[in-house]
């Protein structure tokens, strides 16, 4: 059931410095992985992400946005340099690829998920919220389902094939479906998704979990029943628009497969862990990182290597 629309708000009022929480010390570097095998040791107690770009908001500034946890990163689907993300304290956006950010909108609510299944709806999750918006971010809505037992929703995915088709992980309760566009869901697992972290759904209906406790999963009925493709942590996942079976991972850096996640390599080391991921639907050689070393990554080459953002040629 939706709410009334959400006024914008200022930006909020921050520290000069944000120092991330809980650091780590630096997971081990991947190695190339088959089914099962160990993989991704994750920077615990971080979260990182991204933002669209609209008009409206604050003054840019270069480089991330100093706010607390960068959770979720959205490219425009017709403009790849366009980002929007999400973090504990709101929407940011750019407009040149991630050098330059700007407080948007939505000021306070811990945006952990984005997605843009198709056209101009944009649905957010986290933290106590759960929102949507029909006109590309400019306004949003609150939605309260029927059968959701919380709004704590640290995973969440929209069906390709079918846009009305959603996936939410609440935290500590497990897996829920909603088939009528978010009006209601049901429960699809207790056994998965209490700890997961990230959600995908692919064209062929396949659910992939990024588990905190069991790993990198993957569910062939609906969230009925789940095998492990990774024994490891992921924090971030996202698959390529234009070939599904082209998949990026992040934890302790980024991995890519390109089998549909039967095996996996790693493309970049990160000492401290990335988290958000994103490709670009217009131009899908196009993928963006958020790093725990508070950098943003690029590649321009479906995935194969990358650069931080300021520092490419």
Do not use: C
Request: no cysteine; net charge positive; charged share 20%.
């Amino acid at each position: 059931m939706a709410r009334p629309k959400t006024k914008r708000h200022k930006p909020p009022k921050r520290p000069s410095v944000q120092h991330p929480k809980g650091r780590p010390t630096a997971p081990a570097p991947w190695r190339r992985y088959a089914i099962g095998a160990a993989v991704l040791a994750l920077v615990a107690g971080v979260a990182i992400g991204l933002a669209v770009s609209r008009s409206g908001g604050s003054s840019s500034s270069t480089g991330l946005p100093n706010t607390p946890d960068y959770h979720s990163l959205l490219v425009n689907p017709s403009n790849p340099w366009s980002l929007i993300l999400g973090t504990h304290q709101g929407l940011y956006v750019s407009g040149d690829g991630g050098r330059h950010w700007r407080f948007d909108s939505l000021s306070g609510s811990d945006a952990m998920n984005l997605a843009r299944p198709a056209g101009r709806t944009i649905w957010l999750a986290g933290h106590g919220v759960f929102k949507k918006s029909a006109d590309a971010g400019a306004s949003w809505v609150d939605v309260r389902p029927n059968g959701l037992p919380g709004l704590d929703i640290h995973g969440f995915a929209v069906d390709p094939r079918r846009p009305a088709t959603l996936y939410a992980a609440l935290a500590g309760q497990g897996l829920y479906r909603s088939a009528d566009g978010g009006r209601s869901f049901a429960l699809a697992s207790r056994d998965v998704g209490g700890a997961v972290m990230a959600l995908a759904v692919l064209p062929d209906g396949r659910i992939l979990a990024a588990d905190m406790q069991q790993g990198l999963l993957v569910s062939r009925d609906g969230g009925r029943s789940w095998q492990r493709l990774l024994a490891g942590q992921v924090i971030g996942l996202a698959v390529n628009p234009a070939d599904p079976s082209r998949l990026l991972a992040t934890g302790s850096g980024i991995a890519l497969s390109t089998d549909g996640g039967r095996t996996w390599r790693s493309v970049l080391d990160l000492p401290q862990g990335a988290g958000p991921v994103a490709w670009s639907k217009s131009n899908p050689k196009v993928a963006y990182v958020v790093g725990f070393d508070r950098k943003l990554y690029r590649s321009a080459d479906s995935g194969r290597s990358w650069q931080a953002v300021g520092e490419q040629q």
